[in-house]
Protein backbone atom coordinates (compact mmCIF):
# COMPACT_ATOMS: atom_id res chain seq x y z
CA UNK A 1 0.00 0.00 0.00
CA UNK A 2 1.63 3.21 -0.70
CA UNK A 3 2.28 6.01 1.91
CA UNK A 4 1.38 9.51 1.14
CA UNK A 5 2.82 12.51 2.71
CA UNK A 6 0.77 15.56 3.80
CA UNK A 7 0.26 18.94 4.82
CA UNK A 8 -2.47 19.99 6.53
CA UNK A 9 -4.10 23.05 9.38
CA UNK A 10 -6.36 21.63 11.89
CA UNK A 11 -9.41 23.54 13.48
CA UNK A 12 -6.91 26.42 15.14
CA UNK A 13 -5.13 26.88 12.01
CA UNK A 14 -2.15 25.27 13.10
CA UNK A 15 -0.19 23.26 10.75
CA UNK A 16 0.13 19.83 10.23
CA UNK A 17 3.01 17.22 8.67
CA UNK A 18 2.68 13.47 8.84
CA UNK A 19 2.44 10.71 6.51
CA UNK A 20 -0.64 8.23 6.00
CA UNK A 21 -0.92 4.74 4.23
CA UNK A 22 -4.22 4.47 1.77
CA UNK A 23 -4.65 2.52 -1.62
CA UNK A 24 -5.02 5.88 -3.28
CA UNK A 25 -4.85 9.50 -2.68
CA UNK A 26 -8.56 9.91 -2.82
CA UNK A 27 -8.99 8.03 0.44
CA UNK A 28 -6.05 9.38 1.67
CA UNK A 29 -7.43 12.83 1.85
CA UNK A 30 -10.75 11.33 2.59
CA UNK A 31 -9.46 9.97 5.67
CA UNK A 32 -7.05 13.32 6.43
CA UNK A 33 -10.81 14.84 6.30
CA UNK A 34 -12.21 12.61 8.72
CA UNK A 35 -9.24 12.95 11.29
CA UNK A 36 -10.26 16.95 11.08
CA UNK A 37 -7.44 18.41 9.08
CA UNK A 38 -7.76 20.27 6.37
CA UNK A 39 -5.46 19.29 3.28
CA UNK A 40 -2.94 21.80 1.64
CA UNK A 41 -0.69 19.49 0.27
CA UNK A 42 -0.11 16.01 -0.60
CA UNK A 43 2.17 13.41 -2.18
CA UNK A 44 2.99 9.78 -2.41
CA UNK A 45 6.26 9.43 -0.45
CA UNK A 46 9.39 7.67 -2.53
CA UNK A 47 10.47 5.00 -0.86
CA UNK A 48 12.60 1.74 -1.82
CA UNK A 49 8.90 0.58 -3.31
CA UNK A 50 8.34 3.56 -5.28
CA UNK A 51 12.31 3.29 -6.40
CA UNK A 52 11.20 -0.19 -7.88
CA UNK A 53 7.89 0.69 -9.50
CA UNK A 54 10.09 3.76 -11.08
CA UNK A 55 12.60 0.66 -12.04
CA UNK A 56 9.42 -1.67 -13.14
CA UNK A 57 7.37 1.14 -15.71
CA UNK A 58 11.19 1.85 -17.20
CA UNK A 59 11.56 -1.55 -18.15
CA UNK A 60 8.18 -1.39 -20.08
CA UNK A 61 9.13 1.22 -22.15
CA UNK A 62 10.14 0.70 -25.35
CA UNK A 63 12.72 2.49 -28.07
CA UNK A 64 10.38 4.40 -29.96
CA UNK A 65 12.03 7.52 -32.54
CA UNK A 66 10.28 10.58 -33.75
CA UNK A 67 7.45 12.20 -32.42
CA UNK A 68 3.58 11.64 -31.76
CA UNK A 69 0.85 12.14 -34.33
CA UNK A 70 -1.84 14.67 -34.19
CA UNK A 71 -4.52 11.75 -34.59
CA UNK A 72 -2.60 10.21 -31.17
CA UNK A 73 -3.02 13.06 -29.28
CA UNK A 74 -6.65 13.89 -30.35
CA UNK A 75 -8.04 10.37 -29.65
CA UNK A 76 -5.96 10.37 -26.10
CA UNK A 77 -7.60 14.12 -25.39
CA UNK A 78 -10.98 12.75 -26.48
CA UNK A 79 -11.13 9.73 -24.34
CA UNK A 80 -9.40 11.49 -21.20
CA UNK A 81 -12.48 13.87 -21.68
CA UNK A 82 -15.06 11.40 -21.41
CA UNK A 83 -13.22 9.57 -18.44
CA UNK A 84 -12.64 13.05 -16.30
CA UNK A 85 -16.94 13.69 -17.57
CA UNK A 86 -17.51 10.12 -15.76
CA UNK A 87 -16.20 11.14 -12.57
CA UNK A 88 -12.16 9.25 -12.57
CA UNK A 89 -9.71 10.60 -10.78
CA UNK A 90 -6.78 12.02 -13.31
CA UNK A 91 -4.16 9.17 -12.76
CA UNK A 92 -6.50 6.19 -12.99
CA UNK A 93 -7.51 7.73 -16.19
CA UNK A 94 -4.37 8.31 -17.50
CA UNK A 95 -3.47 4.54 -16.22
CA UNK A 96 -6.25 3.09 -18.52
CA UNK A 97 -5.37 4.77 -21.80
CA UNK A 98 -1.57 4.11 -20.82
CA UNK A 99 -2.63 0.74 -20.85
CA UNK A 100 -4.47 0.45 -24.16
CA UNK A 101 -2.14 2.74 -25.45
CA UNK A 102 0.64 0.89 -28.62
CA UNK A 103 3.97 0.52 -27.63
CA UNK A 104 5.75 4.07 -28.85
CA UNK A 105 6.94 7.16 -28.35
CA UNK A 106 3.27 8.45 -26.85
CA UNK A 107 3.15 5.07 -24.48
CA UNK A 108 6.15 6.46 -22.84
CA UNK A 109 5.38 9.64 -22.77
CA UNK A 110 2.21 8.88 -20.45
CA UNK A 111 4.52 6.54 -18.27
CA UNK A 112 6.29 9.55 -17.70
CA UNK A 113 3.11 11.55 -17.07
CA UNK A 114 2.05 9.11 -14.40
CA UNK A 115 4.95 8.80 -12.87
CA UNK A 116 5.44 12.70 -12.66
CA UNK A 117 1.90 13.12 -11.29
CA UNK A 118 2.50 9.72 -8.73
CA UNK A 119 5.52 12.34 -7.64
CA UNK A 120 3.45 15.18 -6.60
CA UNK A 121 3.43 17.06 -9.39
CA UNK A 122 0.39 18.67 -11.29
CA UNK A 123 -0.98 17.49 -14.81
CA UNK A 124 0.32 19.91 -16.75
CA UNK A 125 3.66 20.38 -15.07
CA UNK A 126 4.19 16.01 -16.26
CA UNK A 127 2.51 17.08 -19.18
CA UNK A 128 5.10 19.36 -19.64
CA UNK A 129 8.34 17.47 -19.15
CA UNK A 130 6.64 15.55 -22.37
CA UNK A 131 7.21 17.99 -24.93
CA UNK A 132 7.29 15.36 -27.61
CA UNK A 133 3.60 14.71 -27.13
CA UNK A 134 1.85 17.82 -25.69
CA UNK A 135 2.77 21.07 -27.13
CA UNK A 136 2.67 24.67 -25.24
CA UNK A 137 -0.49 25.17 -26.21
CA UNK A 138 -2.01 21.96 -24.91
CA UNK A 139 -0.07 22.64 -21.75
CA UNK A 140 -1.44 25.91 -21.14
CA UNK A 141 -4.67 25.08 -21.67
CA UNK A 142 -4.89 21.90 -19.08
CA UNK A 143 -2.96 24.78 -16.77
CA UNK A 144 -5.84 27.26 -17.28
CA UNK A 145 -7.98 24.18 -16.24
CA UNK A 146 -6.58 23.06 -13.69
CA UNK A 147 -6.06 27.04 -11.80
CA UNK A 148 -9.95 27.46 -12.40
CA UNK A 149 -11.44 24.26 -11.46
CA UNK A 150 -12.81 23.06 -14.60
CA UNK A 151 -10.35 20.33 -16.04
CA UNK A 152 -13.21 18.57 -17.54
CA UNK A 153 -14.67 21.66 -19.56
CA UNK A 154 -11.20 22.34 -21.27
CA UNK A 155 -10.25 18.84 -21.88
CA UNK A 156 -14.16 19.01 -24.04
CA UNK A 157 -12.90 22.19 -25.72
CA UNK A 158 -9.55 21.07 -26.27
CA UNK A 159 -10.47 17.40 -27.97
CA UNK A 160 -13.02 19.35 -30.33
CA UNK A 161 -10.22 21.76 -30.94
CA UNK A 162 -8.00 19.10 -32.41
CA UNK A 163 -10.82 17.20 -33.89
CA UNK A 164 -11.64 20.12 -36.12
CA UNK A 165 -8.05 20.81 -36.83
CA UNK A 166 -7.62 16.54 -38.12
CA UNK A 167 -10.41 16.94 -39.49
CA UNK A 168 -9.62 19.96 -42.05
CA UNK A 169 -6.14 18.94 -42.36
CA UNK A 170 -7.37 15.55 -43.76
CA UNK A 171 -9.76 17.15 -45.78
CA UNK A 172 -6.81 19.44 -47.60
CA UNK A 173 -4.68 15.50 -47.77
CA UNK A 174 -7.28 14.09 -49.11
CA UNK A 175 -8.21 16.46 -51.86
CA UNK A 176 -4.38 16.56 -52.84
CA UNK A 177 -4.09 12.70 -53.53
CA UNK A 178 -5.67 12.42 -56.87
CA UNK A 179 -4.06 15.28 -58.79
CA UNK A 180 -0.48 14.00 -57.35
CA UNK A 181 -1.49 10.43 -58.38
CA UNK A 182 -2.38 11.93 -61.90
CA UNK A 183 0.26 13.68 -62.72
CA UNK A 184 3.23 10.96 -61.02
CA UNK A 185 1.45 8.08 -63.60
CA UNK A 186 1.65 10.84 -66.41
CA UNK A 187 4.95 12.33 -65.84
CA UNK A 188 6.42 8.18 -65.65
CA UNK A 189 4.35 7.41 -68.76
CA UNK A 190 5.56 10.95 -71.12
CA UNK A 191 8.68 9.87 -69.70
CA UNK A 192 9.07 6.37 -71.03
CA UNK A 193 7.42 7.63 -74.37
CA UNK A 194 10.94 9.72 -74.36
CA UNK A 195 13.02 7.52 -73.97
CA UNK A 196 11.53 4.10 -75.25
CA UNK A 197 9.31 5.27 -77.94
CA UNK A 198 10.53 8.12 -79.79
CA UNK A 199 13.96 7.10 -80.05
CA UNK A 200 13.01 4.17 -82.15
CA UNK A 201 10.89 6.46 -84.51
CA UNK A 202 13.74 8.50 -85.04
CA UNK A 203 15.95 5.80 -85.90
CA UNK A 204 13.45 4.55 -88.84
CA UNK A 205 13.22 8.46 -89.92
CA UNK A 206 17.21 8.77 -90.05
CA UNK A 207 17.74 5.16 -92.28
CA UNK A 208 14.66 6.47 -94.83
CA UNK A 209 16.48 9.78 -95.18
CA UNK A 210 13.38 11.62 -94.21
CA UNK A 211 13.33 15.53 -93.64
CA UNK A 212 11.76 16.38 -90.28
CA UNK A 213 9.29 18.96 -89.58
CA UNK A 214 9.52 21.61 -86.73
CA UNK A 215 7.44 19.99 -84.61
CA UNK A 216 9.15 16.62 -85.25
CA UNK A 217 12.29 18.37 -84.59
CA UNK A 218 11.39 19.77 -81.22
CA UNK A 219 10.54 16.02 -80.32
CA UNK A 220 13.48 14.69 -80.84
CA UNK A 221 15.60 17.30 -78.84
CA UNK A 222 13.23 17.00 -75.91
CA UNK A 223 13.38 13.13 -76.58
CA UNK A 224 17.29 13.66 -76.81
CA UNK A 225 17.11 15.44 -73.53
CA UNK A 226 15.63 12.36 -71.57
CA UNK A 227 17.65 9.92 -72.68
CA UNK A 228 20.97 11.86 -72.07
CA UNK A 229 19.93 14.07 -69.20
CA UNK A 230 17.25 11.55 -67.59
CA UNK A 231 18.59 12.30 -63.87
CA UNK A 232 17.52 15.84 -64.34
CA UNK A 233 13.83 14.66 -64.44
CA UNK A 234 13.83 13.83 -60.73
CA UNK A 235 16.77 15.84 -60.19
CA UNK A 236 15.01 19.60 -60.40
CA UNK A 237 12.25 19.09 -57.92
CA UNK A 238 14.43 17.97 -55.27
CA UNK A 239 17.20 20.38 -55.95
CA UNK A 240 14.53 22.81 -56.02
CA UNK A 241 13.15 21.57 -52.74
CA UNK A 242 16.42 21.79 -51.26
CA UNK A 243 17.00 25.22 -52.04
CA UNK A 244 13.75 26.17 -50.82
CA UNK A 245 15.20 24.60 -47.23
CA UNK A 246 18.15 25.86 -47.63
CA UNK A 247 16.93 29.50 -47.88
CA UNK A 248 14.48 29.15 -44.89
CA UNK A 249 16.81 28.86 -42.99
CA UNK A 250 17.85 32.64 -42.93
CA UNK A 251 14.93 34.76 -40.73
CA UNK A 252 14.62 36.72 -44.47
CA UNK A 253 14.39 33.67 -46.53
CA UNK A 254 11.59 32.26 -44.34
CA UNK A 255 9.54 35.83 -44.76
CA UNK A 256 9.89 35.71 -48.30
CA UNK A 257 9.37 32.18 -49.12
CA UNK A 258 6.36 32.24 -47.03
CA UNK A 259 5.24 35.56 -47.93
CA UNK A 260 5.10 33.72 -51.64
CA UNK A 261 2.74 31.19 -50.31
CA UNK A 262 0.50 33.82 -49.72
CA UNK A 263 0.73 35.77 -52.32
CA UNK A 264 1.19 33.12 -55.18
CA UNK A 265 -2.16 33.29 -57.88
CA UNK A 266 -5.40 30.65 -56.52
CA UNK A 267 -2.88 28.63 -54.14
CA UNK A 268 -2.11 30.97 -51.83
CA UNK A 269 -5.76 31.91 -51.13
CA UNK A 270 -6.06 28.32 -50.08
CA UNK A 271 -2.71 28.64 -47.84
CA UNK A 272 -4.14 31.83 -46.70
CA UNK A 273 -7.78 30.63 -45.29
CA UNK A 274 -6.28 27.70 -43.86
CA UNK A 275 -3.72 29.63 -41.21
CA UNK A 276 -6.71 32.16 -40.42
CA UNK A 277 -8.58 29.06 -39.85
CA UNK A 278 -6.36 27.70 -37.71
CA UNK A 279 -4.91 30.95 -36.04
CA UNK A 280 -8.61 32.33 -34.89
CA UNK A 281 -9.18 28.78 -33.28
CA UNK A 282 -6.55 28.31 -31.28
CA UNK A 283 -6.80 31.52 -29.90
CA UNK A 284 -10.21 31.61 -29.58
CA UNK A 285 -9.51 28.64 -27.85
CA UNK A 286 -7.11 29.63 -25.37
CA UNK A 287 -8.95 32.63 -24.63
CA UNK A 288 -12.13 30.90 -23.86
CA UNK A 289 -10.29 28.65 -21.47
CA UNK A 290 -8.80 31.66 -19.20
CA UNK A 291 -5.54 31.76 -20.83
CA UNK A 292 -3.88 35.13 -20.20
CA UNK A 293 -4.16 37.08 -23.54
CA UNK A 294 -0.43 37.71 -23.99
CA UNK A 295 0.53 34.23 -23.54
CA UNK A 296 -2.25 33.03 -25.84
CA UNK A 297 -0.96 35.14 -28.42
CA UNK A 298 2.47 33.91 -28.07
CA UNK A 299 1.09 30.12 -28.45
CA UNK A 300 -1.49 31.35 -31.50
CA UNK A 301 2.16 32.68 -33.27
CA UNK A 302 3.94 30.43 -32.48
CA UNK A 303 2.16 27.30 -33.85
CA UNK A 304 0.69 29.78 -36.87
CA UNK A 305 3.16 28.06 -38.98
CA UNK A 306 4.02 31.11 -41.25
CA UNK A 307 6.92 34.17 -40.96
CA UNK A 308 4.69 37.00 -42.25
CA UNK A 309 1.34 35.84 -39.24
CA UNK A 310 4.20 35.56 -36.83
CA UNK A 311 5.36 38.96 -37.40
CA UNK A 312 1.56 40.48 -37.16
CA UNK A 313 0.97 38.45 -34.13
CA UNK A 314 4.04 39.85 -32.75
CA UNK A 315 3.08 43.56 -33.49
CA UNK A 316 -0.05 42.60 -31.81
CA UNK A 317 1.76 41.51 -28.30
CA UNK A 318 3.65 44.49 -28.00
CA UNK A 319 0.84 47.12 -28.71
CA UNK A 320 -0.90 45.23 -26.09
CA UNK A 321 1.64 45.46 -24.05
CA UNK A 322 1.30 49.76 -24.43
CA UNK A 323 -2.52 49.61 -24.07
CA UNK A 324 -3.76 49.04 -27.57
CA UNK A 325 -6.72 46.72 -28.86
CA UNK A 326 -6.20 44.02 -31.07
CA UNK A 327 -8.01 45.06 -33.63
CA UNK A 328 -5.95 48.08 -34.16
CA UNK A 329 -2.36 46.65 -34.72
CA UNK A 330 -4.19 43.54 -36.79
CA UNK A 331 -5.72 46.35 -39.43
CA UNK A 332 -1.73 48.33 -39.70
CA UNK A 333 0.07 45.05 -40.39
CA UNK A 334 -2.43 42.94 -42.42
CA UNK A 335 -0.86 44.53 -45.45
CA UNK A 336 2.72 43.08 -45.54
CA UNK A 337 5.23 45.23 -47.32
CA UNK A 338 7.65 44.49 -50.70
CA UNK A 339 9.85 41.75 -50.33
CA UNK A 340 12.75 41.41 -52.91
CA UNK A 341 12.92 37.26 -51.67
CA UNK A 342 9.19 36.67 -52.55
CA UNK A 343 9.82 38.81 -55.64
CA UNK A 344 12.96 36.39 -56.66
CA UNK A 345 10.48 33.42 -55.74
CA UNK A 346 7.69 35.08 -58.17
CA UNK A 347 10.68 35.09 -61.10
CA UNK A 348 11.84 32.09 -60.59
CA UNK A 349 8.35 30.17 -60.42
CA UNK A 350 6.79 32.41 -62.93
CA UNK A 351 9.15 33.51 -65.30
CA UNK A 352 9.00 36.75 -67.20
CA UNK A 353 5.69 38.47 -66.08
CA UNK A 354 6.36 36.72 -62.36
CA UNK A 355 7.28 39.56 -60.63
CA UNK A 356 4.46 41.87 -62.41
CA UNK A 357 2.34 38.93 -60.91
CA UNK A 358 4.06 40.32 -57.42
CA UNK A 359 3.53 43.69 -57.80
CA UNK A 360 -0.23 43.42 -58.57
CA UNK A 361 -1.03 41.53 -55.22
CA UNK A 362 1.01 43.54 -53.46
CA UNK A 363 -1.80 45.89 -51.74
CA UNK A 364 -3.46 42.44 -51.13
CA UNK A 365 -4.50 42.05 -47.42
CA UNK A 366 -4.09 38.81 -46.03
CA UNK A 367 -5.86 39.72 -43.09
CA UNK A 368 -9.81 40.57 -44.29
CA UNK A 369 -11.35 43.63 -42.71
CA UNK A 370 -14.14 41.13 -42.24
CA UNK A 371 -11.96 39.56 -39.16
CA UNK A 372 -10.49 43.12 -38.09
CA UNK A 373 -14.62 44.32 -37.29
CA UNK A 374 -15.37 41.12 -35.79
CA UNK A 375 -12.54 41.17 -33.62
CA UNK A 376 -13.04 44.83 -32.95
CA UNK A 377 -17.15 43.89 -31.67
CA UNK A 378 -15.70 40.57 -29.44
CA UNK A 379 -13.25 42.93 -28.12
CA UNK A 380 -16.02 45.95 -27.24
CA UNK A 381 -18.98 43.08 -26.28
CA UNK A 382 -16.38 40.98 -24.24
CA UNK A 383 -17.47 37.92 -26.85
CA UNK A 384 -13.72 37.61 -27.98
CA UNK A 385 -13.50 34.14 -28.06
CA UNK A 386 -17.49 33.51 -29.51
CA UNK A 387 -16.80 35.93 -32.51
CA UNK A 388 -12.87 34.19 -33.38
CA UNK A 389 -15.04 31.06 -33.14
CA UNK A 390 -17.29 32.65 -35.93
CA UNK A 391 -14.29 33.36 -37.90
CA UNK A 392 -12.66 30.35 -37.89
CA UNK A 393 -15.84 28.23 -38.56
CA UNK A 394 -16.24 31.07 -41.70
CA UNK A 395 -12.79 30.11 -42.83
CA UNK A 396 -12.94 26.29 -42.68
CA UNK A 397 -16.15 26.47 -44.68
CA UNK A 398 -14.69 28.71 -47.21
CA UNK A 399 -11.64 26.27 -47.29
CA UNK A 400 -13.73 23.19 -47.89
CA UNK A 401 -15.43 25.05 -50.82
CA UNK A 402 -12.55 26.92 -52.21
CA UNK A 403 -10.75 22.75 -52.18
CA UNK A 404 -13.46 21.67 -53.71
CA UNK A 405 -13.24 24.24 -56.14
CA UNK A 406 -10.18 23.83 -56.81
CA UNK A 407 -10.38 19.96 -57.57
CA UNK A 408 -13.53 20.15 -59.58
CA UNK A 409 -10.88 22.97 -61.83
CA UNK A 410 -7.69 20.38 -61.63
CA UNK A 411 -9.39 17.27 -63.57
CA UNK A 412 -10.46 19.37 -66.78
CA UNK A 413 -7.17 21.27 -66.46
CA UNK A 414 -5.29 17.19 -66.25
CA UNK A 415 -7.02 16.19 -69.00
CA UNK A 416 -6.52 18.98 -71.09
CA UNK A 417 -3.03 19.36 -70.58
CA UNK A 418 -2.05 15.19 -70.85
CA UNK A 419 -4.13 15.26 -74.04
CA UNK A 420 -1.87 18.10 -75.45
CA UNK A 421 1.02 16.55 -74.38
CA UNK A 422 -0.35 13.31 -76.05
CA UNK A 423 -1.40 14.94 -79.16
CA UNK A 424 1.72 17.01 -79.53
CA UNK A 425 3.54 13.67 -79.90
CA UNK A 426 1.55 11.40 -81.77
CA UNK A 427 1.25 14.24 -84.75
CA UNK A 428 4.84 14.83 -84.70
CA UNK A 429 5.55 11.23 -84.68
CA UNK A 430 2.91 10.62 -87.96
CA UNK A 431 3.53 13.57 -89.64
CA UNK A 432 6.71 12.58 -91.52
CA UNK A 433 5.24 9.23 -91.16
CA UNK A 434 2.49 9.67 -93.28
CA UNK A 435 5.57 11.62 -95.93
CA UNK A 436 7.40 8.17 -95.73
CA UNK A 437 4.54 6.26 -96.66
CA UNK A 438 3.91 8.84 -99.57
CA UNK A 439 6.99 8.71 -101.16
CA UNK A 440 7.12 5.21 -100.84
CA UNK A 441 4.09 4.87 -102.87
Given at each position: ???????????????????????????????????????????????????????????????????????????????????????????????????????????????????????????????????????????????????????????????????????????????????????????????????????????IFDDMDVELPPMTVMLVNISYAAVNYWYLIPGIPVGVWLFIKFVRRFKAGRMGW????????????????????????????????????????????????????????????????????????????????????????????????????????????????????????????????????????????????????????????MIIVLGGAVGFIVIALFVPLVSLIQNLT
Amino acid sequence: MPVFQFEAMDSTGQEIKDVIDAPSEEEAQATIRQMGYFVTKISVKKGRKAAEGAKKSKRGRTFAIGGVKAKIVTTFTRQLSILQDAGLPILRSLRVLEAQSKPGRFKNSLMDVCEEIEGGATLSEAMAKSPKAFDRLYINMIKAGEAGGALEVILRRLAEFKERSEHLKRKIKGALVYPVVVISVAVGILTFIMIKIVPAFIKIFDDMDVELPPMTVMLVNISYAAVNYWYLIPGIPVGVWLFIKFVRRFKAGRMGWDLFTLKIPIFGQLVEKNIMARTTRTLGTLVSSGVPILEALNITKETSGNAIFEQIFGKISESIREGETIAVPMKENAKPKFHPVTAFFFFMFIPVVGVLVYMLKLNHRIIDDLVVNMVDVGEETGELDTMLYKVADTYDEEVAVLTESLMSLMEPLMIIVLGGAVGFIVIALFVPLVSLIQNLT
